[in-house]
């Protein structure tokens, strides 16, 4: 694609420190050796919000967070959000993190463990029964409490005109030898939005942007990526790690992208050099969408914490009330939170603890990033 002047926006996300005080007790920190999780800040725009001040920074960003998308999404889309939406979200109530590819989904790679989600706002791309289908998507970030003061280990953007999105993972447990991995996730970012913008027009290829931008990325650390774009096959994505994306239509997650893990809480990793996983283990995937479908992507701080159904129930609500996705993202991010504060809840990774051995309830207080973009149509010229 060509280069424009699309910003990206990071934030650093701590996801590792599993801190006792709001679980029973077992302190999961990555496993420590040559894979860490952790990561730092610095370069493009950052957009984060912590808890004392639960608003999101994208006053001065290139999308905006403005109500023409009221209008945008509402009349072209009132038709399908307001009847099936409903309906189907009524009977979607499963509580366990189901995986699998719907028809017509298309996988490239190794298929590691089970899960299955994307978010600030922009434009995107896809001829769909006479009409250009668009991503409009809206971001929120909130570091780990401890972490407030240095914004976190998680990183993510949002390119306007090449409508794509991204988010990375820092490894925490780099800290144990006084590296911060927030600066690799940042950079790694950075450099995907550089090499998305350097790709040719009409041929964006994920598997080659994260290979620029891992052999650019030259900060000490580790992290996870997700990268997603919308192109005129659908959503175009790579994965590598435990942060992901979830597809909803309909009120139901018809598709969530798998986690990667070498173990329990031990997720794959790209490190500067060749020390950690390779971008060739990274998963990618070919996803048709239609106007409607809302995508969440989001660091291992949301996903640990809230099932698929409870981001569907959030969407589903925010889009019957006409909210932006920034607002939608906002939201899901603070019961996020709320469900990582809740020492008796048995969450996501509590179960995923039980079922590896572990004696650990309630959620995993972490960086929490949520990237939300709503598929919408424009009648083609």
């Avoid at 809302?294 to 009330?321: C, K, M, Q």
Wanted: proline fraction near 4%.
């Amino acid at each position: 694609m060509a280069t424009s002047p699309s910003k990206a926006v990071l934030g650093d996300v701590y996801v590792d420190d599993l801190v006792s005080s709001c679980s029973s007790g077992v302190d999961f920190t990555k496993s420590a050796g040559v894979y860490f999780k952790d990561r730092t800040q610095r370069g493009c725009l950052r957009a984060s919000v912590n808890l004392r001040r639960p608003q999101i920074l994208c006053g001065s960003l290139s999308f905006g967070c403005s109500s023409a998308f009221d209008s945008d999404w509402r009349s072209r889309n009132s038709g399908s959000l307001h009847g099936p939406w409903l309906k189907s979200f009524c009977s979607s109530s499963s509580t366990s993190c189901s995986a699998g590819a719907p028809h017509g989904v298309s996988f490239e790679g190794s298929q590691p463990e089970e899960q299955l989600a994307t978010s600030t706002i922009s434009p995107a791309v896809l001829f769909f029964s006479g009409k250009t289908l668009k991503m409009i998507s809206g971001s929120c970030y909130l570091p780990h409490p401890d972490k407030e003061e240095t914004g976190g280990e998680d990183a993510h953007f949002i390119c306007r005109e090449e409508q794509a999105i991204g988010v990375a993972d820092g490894v925490g447990g780099w800290a144990d030898v006084g590296v911060n991995a927030g600066l690799f996730a940042q950079e790694l970012i950075s450099n995907s939005v550089r090499a998305i913008q350097e790709e040719p027009k009409g041929s964006f290829d994920p598997k080659r942007v994260l290979e620029k931008a891992h052999s650019c990325t030259k900060s000490k650390g580790s992290s996870t990526v997700c990268i997603i774009a919308l192109t005129d096959k659908g959503l175009h994505a790579i994965n590598l790690g435990d942060s992901g994306f979830i597809v909803v239509r309909d009120g139901s997650t018809i598709f969530r992208s798998p986690v990667q893990q070498h173990d329990f809480n031990f997720t794959y990793q790209l490190e500067s050099g060749n020390g950690g996983d390779l971008p060739s283990s990274a998963e990618v995937f070919v996803i048709p969408v239609a106007p409607g479908d809302v995508i969440v992507a989001g660091t291992d701080g949301l996903f640990d914490n809230l099932y698929n159904n409870e981001i569907s129930a959030v969407v589903v609500h925010a889009v019957r009330a006409g909210l932006e996705p920034q607002v939608t993202a906002q939201r899901i991010a603070a019961l996020a939170r709320e469900r990582a504060l809740d020492k008796t809840r048995l969450s996501p990774f509590a179960a995923a603890a039980q079922e590896a051995g572990f004696r650990y309830y309630g959620g995993k207080l972490d960086d929490i990033t949520v990237v939300v973009s709503y598929i919408t149509s424009s009648t083609s010229e």
